[in-house]
């Protein structure tokens, strides 16, 4: 069979439950649900740090945060690790990079292995971006989820027929401040959009570092978001609650009109594969950054490690080889991303890719068993404090079942951290009994040996990752954006643990 093509479509900020095809209470997807029913919806794939940069980076290197440098959204791509974009552009594949970067605008950090790139400075603009290439920057007229469309699809109409290419499609919807093209702005009108089931959830179990970020859509969602003040009758905190739901229908129609253009767009490349003969042997995949909270504990943006915010949607069809309508449930991480298009395309990542700590799970998708497979998530969120949000630092474990997060309180030099430093803090969750994590049960003792257990297990992948974790204010750490301690132990193969496993 030929080298297969791959289109690698990422959103920014889509929930998964803001996906028809993940049973969405709020929208209908139909074009990405196209994907979902002609290939596979994968319903265990978690970020290993929810915040742009650091996703994107650890997509595109396979490797963790602390591995290629980009902690937060303060640091830039440096290219310590290569890309698996550098291996298929150095084994004969045409590569392309259209979108939201947002991984550095100059110098080293520009997108490097493309044959063709434009991309948008930062988060970029809705309405007539600025975009950036090689030869500059530029004022393109349109939408830009439209805009990134037409570039992908002239790209590929660009190409020799028999040349196999793979590219990037980045958009920058849904990401906030959320400004719909003009002919969806009737959609989700009426103010009847559900709100979550969570959605007063006191958090009142909950750490007192969680309890303290500006996440809240009644007090922290302000007026450049919802392009408006809010009425007098709303203010105060006796109307919290009202101001609460008027906010929450503002906030999520434009958000899922914002959805809706990427919807339709994805449905105009699908349709462009099609007409094209390109489908059947193009691996196509869908995907968001992170994940987003919308309205779920009452809050808006992601950082932390609760589901809504974690779980990455992943949709992925490729005819040729992955059987239509199946479903995956197995842990996979966004460091595993990079292994699995290398292996696609008939690379063996382990030598191409040699500091990469993720694994291939191409033999998952194809309806196979593997039976080492990883039994749990590590997550490590680094900017600390951050001066949006406040979101604390911490790293967990998320298993089947359980779900343990350690809240240690401080920023260790990472850029865009806080250097204020706040005593440690556990939650944990039942997944089982409580899949809304509404109860922290860290402290209860009926939970004993299950929190031992998970501590052991969250120092286990610790170990595998080469990730230090926190040993107090009065102890060195190597910060992530000046150490090569550990990317230099995995080159030299000196890690004890293999990464990949």
């Not at 990405?32 to 970020?47: K, N, T």
């Not at 040349?163 to 849904?174: E, G, I, L, S, T």
């Not at 809050?299 to 779980?311: A, G, N, P, T, Y």
């Not at 951290?417 to 969750?429: F, L, N």
Request: glycine share 6%; proline share 6%; hydrophobic share 35%.
């Amino acid at each position: 069979m030929a080298s297969p093509n791959i289109i690698f479509i990422m959103s920014d900020d889509h929930a998964a439950h803001a996906i028809s095809a993940y049973g969405s209470r709020v929208n209908a997807t139909p074009n990405l649900d196209r994907i979902a029913e002609e290939g596979v919806r994968m319903d265990a794939v978690y970020c290993t740090n929810s915040i742009c940069s650091p996703s994107r980076a650890s997509i595109l290197t396979g490797t963790y945060s602390h591995i290629n440098g980009v902690s937060s959204i303060w640091t830039e791509m440096d290219y310590r690790v290569p890309t698996f974009v550098d291996v298929l552009h150095d084994s004969g594949y045409k590569t392309g990079m259209f979108g939201k970067w947002h991984l550095g605008e100059q110098g080293a950090s520009l997108p490097r292995g493309f044959d063709a790139w434009k991309i948008f400075p930062g988060q970029g603009d809705y309405i007539n971006p600025e975009m950036i290439d090689a030869s500059g920057s530029a004022t393109m007229p349109g939408y830009a989820t439209d805009i990134v469309t037409d570039m992908s699809i002239d790209w590929i109409d660009s190409l020799d027929a028999d040349q196999p290419f793979a590219m990037m499609v980045h958009h920058k919807a849904p990401h906030r401040p959320w400004v719909p093209d003009e002919k969806h702005k009737h959609l989700y009108a009426d103010g009847t959009i559900p709100e979550p089931e969570t959605f007063f959830d006191d958090s009142a179990t909950r750490s007192k570092a969680v309890q303290a970020v500006h996440m809240t859509i009644a007090d922290d969602m302000g007026a450049d978001d919802l392009k408006t003040e809010v009425p007098e009758h709303l203010r105060g905190p006796e109307n919290r609650k009202a101001r609460m739901s008027w906010k929450y229908q503002i906030y999520m129609r434009d958000y899922l009109q914002c959805v809706q253009s990427i919807d339709d767009n994805v449905g105009r490349l699908l349709d462009h594969l099609e007409d094209r003969g390109l489908a059947e042997n193009t691996l196509i995949v869908y995907t968001s950054d992170q994940g987003f909270f919308l309205g779920d504990h009452g809050w808006f943006d992601k950082r932390l490690m609760f589901d809504q915010s974690l779980q990455m949607p992943m949709l992925i069809k490729w005819p040729a080889q992955i059987p239509a309508t199946s479903r995956c449930d197995a842990i996979i991480t966004n460091v595993d991303f990079a292994a699995t298009f290398l292996e696609a395309c008939g690379i063996d990542a382990d030598s191409a890719l040699p500091t990469s700590q993720g694994r291939s799970f191409l033999p998952l998708l194809r309806g196979e068993h593997i039976d080492d497979w990883a039994d749990a998530a590590y997550y490590r969120y680094w900017e600390h404090d951050d001066p949006i949000h406040a979101a604390p630092a911490h790293y967990g474990i998320r298993t089947v079942d359980y779900k343990l997060i350690c809240y240690y309180g401080a920023g260790l030099g990472v850029p865009g951290a806080s250097s204020q430093v706040y005593d440690s803090e556990w939650e944990m969750y039942d997944l089982k009994s409580d899949p809304s994590e509404l109860r922290n049960v860290a402290d209860d003792p009926a939970y004993g040996d299950i929190r031992v257990e998970l501590e052991q297990k969250l120092a286990d992948y610790q170990r595998r990752y080469s990730d230090e974790p926190y040993a107090g204010p009065d102890t060195p750490h190597p910060h992530v954006g000046a150490s090569q301690r550990a990317a230099t132990r995995i080159r030299r193969g000196l890690c004890g643990a293999d990464p990949r496993q």
